[in-house]
């Protein structure tokens, strides 16, 4: 299909126009904000979890480890 080479011209500007609009909103939206959590560069709140063989852990027990926790479900 040929498009008419004037309306591909304004399709293309609507197009330019609408990501323009998009960034703006974007970074309107952003601004004063911090780009990082709450919580970056602080030491993490204490708490403790359950295993499932009734053993405690703390985050105190694992104080100058590296430590990766992920959390999930099976639905």
């Known amino acids: 299909m040929k498009t008419d080479g ?5 399709r293309g500007r609507a197009v330019l126009v ?5 960034v703006y909103a ?3 939206l952003c601004q004063g904000q911090s780009r990082q959590g709450a ?3 602080k030491p993490a709140p204490s ?27 099976s639905w």
């Open 39 to 41: 919580l970056v560069g």
């Open 47 to 73: 708490f403790q979890l359950q295993g499932i063989y009734g053993e405690t852990y703390s985050l105190e027990q694992f104080q100058g480890h590296i430590l990766v926790m992920q959390f999930g479900s």
């Open 18 to 22: 609408a990501a323009l609009v998009g």
């Open 6 to 10: 004037v309306s591909g011209v304004w």
């Open 26 to 28: 974007q970074l309107s």
